[in-house]
């Protein structure tokens, strides 16, 4: 098949070549885009008198009629066409002729890949946004149903004070609230149309970006031509931004295989999101929740792709810039294949409760409160932490938890203690005094979930 670009040629490509240099396998999925994209030049290029207005309104009308046959199964793209944008000119031009020659006037594919994928990048990141939202909401309810779930809070993996499942679940909550305002803040840098800078230096004939962005719903176009064909930068922060949900869903995913272990118990995973094993029969594992955390190096791994295969461009354009897109692209589908089935492992999974409260009796999670009822009393906190500290030894070598032991005991530390002290260091009270702004008290914990179901409502 001759080139588009072949004039300059006396020899043709080698087949292996063709096959190596050819990105239509991965660059299809954005047809669409790139139609649009195309309607809008067509448009303008008439409508300043670059193109006859007959040719515009024919490229305009058969670029209709293409992406519908897309759409329908009836157009097989080639390997020879190289790429979305020259397979669709090619199809284009097989099909009205010369007037199909004139739409690729103005501009180069460099500006037209640099369009295509901001706006395939915008369209993907606005449903990744709404997965979110869903992601949010799957915790603020289970937030709901735990609001007096006790449960041990832990550091360095090891029991540190006593919270609500409530609480650890609006930390994430929180996360994934991140995770989406980080991506509405990338989606408005991606939304900068480049069409109009040509392969590096713009071009001599009056385009009239400010119409072309207008149409195609761009915020602004670029200031520089070099910098528009050769900018990733929106790539790679999307990337960056999906490689942070991944991370936040692979950190709950691990808790949940630690908790659905026997040693934990805090969780049991729904039988619909859980495998066995073809050898022992007891086996009940948390598959859904591993491959979660698996396919979070895979995001890693194409954000790192991503950086290294920029590193070492010059300015402007280079073939090497062809490779963030199966990147990317891999990132998006990651993204979107986990984030469901995230949340419905999460809805199904039962919490036992029981579990969760006696772990958090355990690990003496209420020796911090054991010190600050000392220092109420009037003794200084440094003392405090060496008299609970002593009493928390005795306690190990006695096997005895604080709340367990006789008020006998409990002066033989310290003869400022009185009997008020059992109830200090209770679960319950170890929970609902820490009511400073965002603490788990329960009061506080009902504050932060009404706020965060206003944030969800207001999107």
Request: aromatic share 8%.
């Amino acid at each position: 098949m001759a080139k588009l670009w072949g004039g300059r040629f006396r020899k043709a490509t080698d087949q292996r070549v063709d096959d190596f240099n050819s990105s239509i396998r991965f660059d299809k999925r954005m047809y669409k885009q790139d139609i649009k994209g195309s309607i809008a030049h067509a448009t303008m290029l008439g409508r300043q008198g670059i193109i006859p207005m007959e040719d515009s309104e024919a490229i305009v009308r058969e670029l209709g009629h293409i992406l519908h046959d897309i759409e329908d199964g009836k157009i097989e793209f080639l390997i020879d066409a190289e790429d979305i944008h020259m397979n669709i000119e090619k199809i284009l031009t097989d099909r009205i002729g010369d007037a199909g020659k004139r739409l690729h006037t103005g501009r180069s594919r460099n500006d037209q890949v640099a369009l295509d994928i901001r706006m395939y990048l915008m369209d993907e990141t606005a449903e990744i946004e709404e997965m979110l939202v869903e992601t949010m909401e799957t915790f603020v309810e289970l937030a709901k149903e735990h609001i007096d779930t006790i449960m041990p809070g832990y550091t360095h993996l090891q029991k540190a004070q006593p919270i609500t499942f409530a609480h650890h679940c609006l930390a994430y909550y929180e996360m994934f609230k991140r995770d989406y305002s980080r991506l509405v803040d990338c989606r408005k840098r991606t939304n900068i149309m480049p069409l109009g800078s040509g392969a590096l230096a713009g071009t001599t004939y009056p385009l009239d970006r400010k119409f072309v962005a207008e149409m195609l719903g761009f915020d602004d176009v670029t200031m520089n031509s070099l910098d528009g064909v050769s900018d990733r930068d929106f790539v790679i922060e999307l990337a960056s931004c999906l490689s942070l949900v991944m991370m936040h869903a692979s950190r709950f995913s691990e808790e949940l295989i630690l908790w659905s272990s026997n040693e934990f118990g805090f969780v049991e995973m729904d039988d619909a999101y859980s495998t066995g094993s073809s050898i022992m029969p007891q086996k009940k594992n948390p598959d859904v929740a591993e491959l979660i955390r698996g396919k979070t190096g895979r995001v890693y791994g194409d954000l790192i792709g991503l950086l290294t295969m920029m590193k070492g461009t010059p300015l402007a354009y280079n073939k090497d810039m062809q490779e963030d897109k199966e990147q990317i692209f891999d990132s998006i589908d990651t993204v979107k294949l986990c984030l469901p089935v995230f949340c419905d492992m999460i809805r199904t999974m039962r919490v036992n409760t029981r579990n969760m409260h006696e772990g958090a009796k355990g690990g003496f999670t209420n020796a911090t409160d054991a010190a600050d009822y000392l220092v109420k009393k009037g003794l200084p906190f440094r003392d405090a932490h060496a008299v609970i500290g002593n009493m928390v030894f005795y306690c190990i070598e006695h096997n005895k938890a604080i709340e367990d032991l006789t008020m006998e005991e409990m002066k033989s530390f310290s003869d400022i203690i009185e009997d008020d002290i059992y109830d200090a260091v209770s679960m319950e009270t170890c929970v609902n005094d820490r009511k400073v702004i965002g603490g788990p008290a329960k009061k506080i914990t009902q504050k932060a979930i009404s706020k965060a179901e206003k944030y969800i409502n207001s999107l």
